[in-house]
C-alpha cells in the first residue's frame, strides 16, 4: 500500500511560498557579505593602480604636504591622518564621560516613564542628520568658541569645534550600547552587593561596571568608528586646513572630509582621484579594524561567561 | 518646477549646507558617498517641466555660479522651451565633467590647460573657449583691519609656502585684541580662483600655497569666513563683496605704487592687477540650444546682468 511518490510531493501553494521566503530570506542576510565585499573591491580596484605603482608610502605616512594639484603632485597624508585622530581622541574625551553617565543613570537610576522617555530622546538625538550638526558647529559653537576662548588662532571651525560636534554625534549611540551592556549584568549581582551593605554607587564601581566592561569597550570602539567615519559635520566643523594641531583651537582636515571635497572635483581615474581611493581604503582598514576589535571583545567576553 | 524664487531658496539652502552641496558628480563616480548629494547640488534653474524641448547642463568655476545662476534664470523666462540646470563644484569639475561627457557648458574662470585639452581629445572631445566675461580676485580682510592697502609682494609672502609673513604686525598694522596671527584662508585645490591665485600672485604653476590655509569650497564661503574671523586675509572674486560687511583691499603692483581698489573699471582699464577672464567651454562648436544660449550671454541682455551682479563686461 505505499504511497506513489507523485502522492508524497506535496509542492503545493505553501511549499512554494515557502520556497520563495526562504530564498528572499537568504538573499536578505547574505546581502551584507556581497555589499561589504562589493566595496571593498570596488575602492581598491579604483584606487589600486596608484596605490601601488606611483604612492610614495614614506611621503604618504610623513609629509603633510598634500598638494594633488601642485606640480609636481605630492600625497602627504599625515596631517589628513593626524587631524583624523585628534579629533576622534577629543571627540571620545567628550562622549565617554556624557554617555557612560547618561547609561548609568538609564540603566540604574531611572525608573518606569522617566526612563522609557530618556531611551526615546535618546534614540531621537542619535538620528540627527550630521549635517544638522555640522550646522550647529559652524553658527552656534564656532561664534561661542570665538567669544569666550579668544583662540589664537582667530577661527571657530577648529579641532575643539569638530571634537565637540563629534563627541555629541558619538554619545546617544554609545548611550544605547552602553545602557545594553549594563542591563546585561544580572539582578541577582546587584542584589548580592546591596544585601552586603554597598552603597548604590559601590555597586556600580565595584559589580556593575567590571562586569559591563566588555560591553563599554564595545560601545566606546563603535563610538570611535562613527566618530573617524564621519564626514560632512566635520568637514564644516573642522576649518579644513592642513596643519598638525599645536593647540585645541587650530583649524585640522580630517581623511573623510578631505574625500568629499575634493572627489566630486577630480577627473576620473587620475593620480589624484586614485589618491582620494587610498584614503578611502585607509579609512576602511582603519573602520574595519576597530569593529573587527569591538566584535572579538564582545565575543571573547561571551565565552568566559 | 522651481519657478524662480525657489532657485533663491535653492541657492540659500546650497549655501547654508556649504561646501557639499555644490557638487555635481557626474554618473560615473557616483559611489555611496556623492550620490545622495548629487541630488541636493544642481540647481535646476528653470524649465525642467514636461514643455521643455531641449536641456542644457552647466556645470564648473564657484566664481562663475552665481552669474551662471542669473543667467540661466533670465533665459529660461524668455525661453520656457529651454530648461536649464546650474552647478558649481570648480572650474576643475567643470572641465571634468565636459571631458568625461556629462556636461553641454563647463563654466571655467582659467584657461583649460594643455593635459585638459589632450585628455579631452583623447575622449572625442573638442574643446572650445568662449570668453564671456572679467572677473577681479579682490583681496578681502576684516571691515576691523586698519591696513590701507597691500602689494603684490606682501601677498605673496602671506601665501606662498615658506612665505616670510605670518603676523599683521609685519605689515604695520596693530589688530584689533591683539590678535596678530594672519588667518590665511585660501580655496580647494582645484577651483579655477586657486589656480589662477597660484600663478598670477604666487608666481607660477610651480609655486605652492602655505600648509594650514583654510580652504573654502566656494567663492562666497571665503568671504562667509573672513566676515566671522578680525585676523583673516582672503581671495575670491570681486563680486562676492556686494554687500557683505568686510573690506575689499587697495592692491599696489609695487610698493609706492598707487593703489588701486578693485571694480569694475579698474578691471576693465587693466590698473587693477588681479584680474581674470571668465570662459565658458563647449564640446566642438555649440550648436541649436547650447549655440543660442552663448549667444545671448554675450549679447547687450547677457552682458547686463553680469555687470549687474558686480562682474566686469566684455566691453562697456
Given at each position: 500500500?505505499?504511497?506513489?511518490?507523485?502522492?508524497?510531493?506535496?509542492?503545493?501553494?505553501?511549499?512554494?511560498?515557502?520556497?520563495?521566503?526562504?530564498?528572499?530570506?537568504?538573499?536578505?542576510?547574505?546581502?551584507?557579505?556581497?555589499?561589504?565585499?562589493?566595496?571593498?573591491?570596488?575602492?581598491?580596484?579604483?584606487?589600486?593602480?596608484?596605490?601601488?605603482?606611483?604612492?610614495?608610502?614614506?611621503?604618504?605616512?610623513?609629509?603633510?604636504?598634500?598638494?594633488?594639484?601642485?606640480?609636481?603632485?605630492?600625497?602627504?597624508?599625515?596631517?589628513?591622518?593626524?587631524?583624523?585622530?585628534?579629533?576622534?581622541?577629543?571627540?571620545?574625551?567628550?562622549?565617554?564621560?556624557?554617555?557612560?553617565?547618561?547609561?548609568?543613570?538609564?540603566?540604574?537610576?531611572?525608573?518606569?516613564?522617566?526612563?522609557?522617555?530618556?531611551?526615546?530622546?535618546?534614540?531621537?538625538?542619535?538620528?540627527?542628520?550630521?549635517?544638522?550638526?555640522?550646522?550647529?558647529?559652524?553658527?552656534?559653537?564656532?561664534?561661542?568658541?570665538?567669544?569666550?576662548?579668544?583662540?589664537?588662532?582667530?577661527?571657530?571651525?577648529?579641532?575643539?569645534?569638530?571634537?565637540?560636534?563629534?563627541?555629541?554625534?558619538?554619545?546617544?549611540?554609545?548611550?544605547?550600547?552602553?545602557?545594553?551592556?549594563?542591563?546585561?549584568?544580572?539582578?541577582?549581582?546587584?542584589?548580592?552587593?546591596?544585601?552586603?551593605?554597598?552603597?548604590?554607587?559601590?555597586?556600580?564601581?565595584?559589580?556593575?561596571?567590571?562586569?559591563?566592561?566588555?560591553?563599554?569597550?564595545?560601545?566606546?570602539?563603535?563610538?570611535?568608528?562613527?566618530?573617524?567615519?564621519?564626514?560632512?559635520?566635520?568637514?564644516?566643523?573642522?576649518?579644513?586646513?592642513?596643519?598638525?594641531?599645536?593647540?585645541?583651537?587650530?583649524?585640522?582636515?580630517?581623511?573623510?572630509?578631505?574625500?568629499?571635497?575634493?572627489?566630486?572635483?577630480?577627473?576620473?581615474?587620475?593620480?589624484?582621484?586614485?589618491?582620494?581611493?587610498?584614503?578611502?581604503?585607509?579609512?576602511?582598514?582603519?573602520?574595519?579594524?576597530?569593529?573587527?576589535?569591538?566584535?572579538?571583545?564582545?565575543?571573547?567576553?561571551?565565552?568566559?561567561? | 518646477?522651481?519657478?524662480?524664487?525657489?532657485?533663491?531658496?535653492?541657492?540659500?539652502?546650497?549655501?547654508?549646507?556649504?561646501?557639499?552641496?555644490?557638487?555635481?558628480?557626474?554618473?560615473?563616480?557616483?559611489?555611496?558617498?556623492?550620490?545622495?548629494?548629487?541630488?541636493?547640488?544642481?540647481?535646476?534653474?528653470?524649465?525642467?517641466?514636461?514643455?521643455?524641448?531641449?536641456?542644457?547642463?552647466?556645470?564648473?568655476?564657484?566664481?562663475?555660479?552665481?552669474?551662471?545662476?542669473?543667467?540661466?534664470?533670465?533665459?529660461?523666462?524668455?525661453?520656457?522651451?529651454?530648461?536649464?540646470?546650474?552647478?558649481?563644484?570648480?572650474?576643475?569639475?567643470?572641465?571634468?565633467?565636459?571631458?568625461?561627457?556629462?556636461?553641454?557648458?563647463?563654466?571655467?574662470?582659467?584657461?583649460?590647460?594643455?593635459?585638459?585639452?589632450?585628455?579631452?581629445?583623447?575622449?572625442?572631445?573638442?574643446?572650445?573657449?568662449?570668453?564671456?566675461?572679467?572677473?577681479?580676485?579682490?583681496?578681502?580682510?576684516?571691515?576691523?583691519?586698519?591696513?590701507?592697502?597691500?602689494?603684490?609682494?606682501?601677498?605673496?609672502?602671506?601665501?606662498?609656502?615658506?612665505?616670510?609673513?605670518?603676523?599683521?604686525?609685519?605689515?604695520?598694522?596693530?589688530?584689533?585684541?591683539?590678535?596678530?596671527?594672519?588667518?590665511?584662508?585660501?580655496?580647494?585645490?582645484?577651483?579655477?580662483?586657486?589656480?589662477?591665485?597660484?600663478?598670477?600672485?604666487?608666481?607660477?604653476?610651480?609655486?605652492?600655497?602655505?600648509?594650514?590655509?583654510?580652504?573654502?569650497?566656494?567663492?562666497?564661503?571665503?568671504?562667509?569666513?573672513?566676515?566671522?574671523?578680525?585676523?583673516?586675509?582672503?581671495?575670491?572674486?570681486?563680486?562676492?563683496?556686494?554687500?557683505?560687511?568686510?573690506?575689499?583691499?587697495?592692491?599696489?603692483?609695487?610698493?609706492?605704487?598707487?593703489?588701486?581698489?578693485?571694480?569694475?573699471?579698474?578691471?576693465?582699464?587693466?590698473?587693477?592687477?588681479?584680474?581674470?577672464?571668465?570662459?565658458?567651454?563647449?564640446?566642438?562648436?555649440?550648436?541649436?540650444?547650447?549655440?543660442?544660449?552663448?549667444?545671448?550671454?554675450?549679447?547687450?541682455?547677457?552682458?547686463?546682468?553680469l555687470m549687474e551682479l558686480g562682474y566686469p563686461p566684455l566691453r562697456k
Open positions: 500500500m505505499a504511497a506513489s511518490l507523485g502522492e508524497l510531493d506535496r509542492r503545493d501553494r505553501a511549499w512554494w511560498t515557502d520556497w520563495v521566503a526562504r530564498v528572499f530570506v537568504f538573499g536578505g542576510g547574505i546581502s551584507a557579505i556581497v555589499f561589504i565585499v562589493g566595496i571593498f573591491v570596488f575602492i581598491t580596484q579604483q584606487g589600486l593602480d596608484f596605490t601601488l605603482h606611483r604612492l610614495s608610502w614614506s611621503e604618504f605616512f610623513t609629509s603633510i604636504n598634500w598638494r594633488p594639484t601642485g606640480h609636481p603632485e605630492t600625497y602627504g597624508a599625515l596631517a589628513l591622518i593626524v587631524g583624523t585622530l585628534t579629533i576622534t581622541a577629543l571627540a571620545m574625551v567628550i562622549a565617554v564621560p556624557l554617555s557612560f553617565g547618561a547609561a548609568i543613570y538609564i540603566g540604574e537610576f531611572a525608573r518606569g516613564r522617566q526612563r522609557e522617555w530618556m531611551k526615546i530622546l535618546i534614540e531621537l538625538l542619535a538620528a540627527v542628520p550630521s549635517v544638522v550638526w555640522g550646522v550647529i558647529g559652524l553658527h552656534m559653537i564656532s561664534p561661542m568658541i570665538q567669544h569666550w576662548l579668544q583662540p589664537a588662532s582667530g577661527v571657530g571651525t577648529n579641532l575643539l569645534n569638530a571634537g565637540i560636534i563629534l563627541g555629541l554625534m558619538a554619545a546617544p549611540i554609545m548611550t544605547t550600547l552602553a545602557e545594553d551592556a549594563l542591563k546585561a549584568v544580572p539582578e541577582s549581582f546587584r542584589e548580592a552587593a546591596e544585601a552586603l551593605g554597598a552603597t548604590r554607587w559601590q555597586v556600580i564601581r565595584r559589580v556593575v561596571l567590571p562586569h559591563a566592561r566588555p560591553g563599554l569597550s564595545a560601545a566606546v570602539l563603535l563610538g570611535v568608528g562613527r566618530a573617524v567615519g564621519e564626514t560632512i559635520a566635520v568637514l564644516m566643523a573642522s576649518g579644513h586646513a592642513i596643519r598638525i594641531p599645536t593647540s585645541l583651537c587650530d583649524p585640522v582636515r580630517a581623511l573623510t572630509s578631505t574625500i568629499a571635497a575634493e572627489l566630486g572635483e577630480t577627473e576620473h581615474g587620475s593620480d589624484h582621484y586614485q589618491a582620494l581611493f587610498t584614503l578611502g581604503m585607509l579609512l576602511f582598514l582603519i573602520t574595519f579594524g576597530i569593529n573587527m576589535l569591538a566584535d572579538r571583545i564582545v565575543r571573547g567576553a561571551r565565552r568566559r561567561a | 518646477m522651481f519657478a524662480a524664487r525657489s532657485l533663491h531658496e535653492a541657492a540659500d539652502t546650497a549655501r547654508l549646507l556649504k561646501i557639499r552641496t555644490r557638487k555635481d558628480t557626474p554618473p560615473v563616480k557616483n559611489l555611496l558617498l556623492t550620490s545622495s548629494l548629487a541630488a541636493l547640488t544642481t540647481l535646476t534653474s528653470c524649465g525642467g517641466g514636461a514643455g521643455a524641448a531641449s536641456r542644457l547642463q552647466v556645470k564648473g568655476s564657484d566664481t562663475m555660479l552665481e552669474v551662471a545662476q542669473v543667467w540661466a534664470e533670465k533665459y529660461c523666462d524668455a525661453h520656457p522651451e529651454v530648461s536649464i540646470s546650474v552647478a558649481g563644484g570648480g572650474s576643475g569639475g567643470g572641465i571634468a565633467g565636459l571631458i568625461n561627457g556629462t556636461l553641454d557648458i563647463a563654466n571655467c574662470s582659467r584657461e583649460m590647460t594643455a593635459e585638459e585639452r589632450a585628455k579631452a581629445t583623447a575622449n572625442g572631445h573638442d574643446p572650445v573657449e568662449h570668453k564671456v566675461g572679467y572677473d577681479g580676485i579682490a583681496i578681502f580682510v576684516s571691515k576691523d583691519n586698519p591696513l590701507p592697502s597691500i602689494s603684490l609682494e606682501q601677498i605673496k609672502q602671506i601665501y606662498l609656502d615658506g612665505g616670510s609673513i605670518t603676523k599683521w604686525s609685519q605689515l604695520g598694522v596693530k589688530m584689533p585684541e591683539g590678535r596678530d596671527d594672519i588667518v590665511v584662508i585660501s580655496r580647494q585645490s582645484n577651483s579655477g580662483t586657486y589656480e589662477y591665485f597660484k600663478e598670477a600672485v604666487l608666481g607660477g604653476k610651480k609655486a605652492n600655497f602655505r600648509n594650514g590655509t583654510l580652504d573654502m569650497n566656494g567663492s562666497k564661503d571665503v568671504v562667509d569666513q573672513v566676515l566671522k574671523t578680525t585676523n583673516a586675509i582672503g581671495y575670491s572674486g570681486l563680486a562676492y563683496g556686494k554687500g557683505v560687511a568686510v573690506r575689499m583691499l587697495p592692491v599696489t603692483k609695487k610698493e609706492g605704487d598707487q593703489p588701486v581698489a578693485p571694480s569694475i573699471d579698474t578691471v576693465l582699464d587693466g590698473s587693477y592687477p588681479i584680474a581674470r577672464p571668465l570662459f565658458m567651454y563647449t564640446s566642438g562648436q555649440p550648436q541649436g540650444a547650447s549655440k543660442a544660449y552663448l549667444d545671448w550671454i554675450v549679447s547687450d541682455a547677457g552682458q547686463g546682468h
